[in-house]
């Protein structure tokens, strides 16, 4: 009886995947690009900081504070990009993608590294690469979808 309930309800609805395991069906890459550029803000601000000579405590203790701010902003925005790009490629992405696309799970894979490369070190080379990355897929999401959406920065 339970079986025939079933049947009879998935006769009536269609299937509906999402990024959220409900049938919400809304994805985009815009949440990886924000994070993104967040982690690219973060590493120049890092770069760009400079210590005080050590002779001011208050100095100094004001600069490792900062210095941490930025460390933790840009440790949990490359989290949050390799999160949101993980959803996009297991969740959204389907195998008729591939023949689109045979280069996609080697570009998202590579945007995932790109992110852990970016917690890992301070590499303005790194974050500017993930930014490019992320334009990649933005490419090839839209795309999917015959949809022509302009690429921009909010920075």
């Known amino acids: 009886m339970i079986e025939r309930l079933k049947n009879k ?6 299937t509906a995947e999402a990024h959220c395991d409900a049938p919400c069906g809304v994805y985009d890459p815009s949440s990886a690009r924000i994070a993104a550029e967040a982690v690219l803000s973060m590493t120049k601000k890092i770069l760009d900081l ?28 490359a989290r949050l990009a390799k999160e949101e790009i993980l959803i996009l ?30 917690k890992v070190e301070v590499s303005l080379e790194h974050a500017q690469e993930l930014m490019e990355a992320i334009k990649e897929i ?16 909010a920075s």
């Open 9 to 14: 309800l998935a006769d009536k609805f269609e």
């Open 138 to 153: 933005h490419g090839i999401f839209w795309g999917s979808k015959d949809k022509d959406v302009a690429w921009y920065t």
């Open 50 to 77: 400079k210590a005080p000579d050590g002779s001011d405590a208050k100095a100094t203790a004001n600069y490792h504070n900062t210095l941490t701010r930025y460390i933790m902003v840009k440790e949990e925005q």
């Open 89 to 118: 490629w297991t969740d959204y992405f389907k195998p008729a993608h591939l023949e689109k696309y045979p280069d996609l799970h080697d570009t998202f894979w590579k945007a995932a590294k790109l992110c852990s490369a970016c």
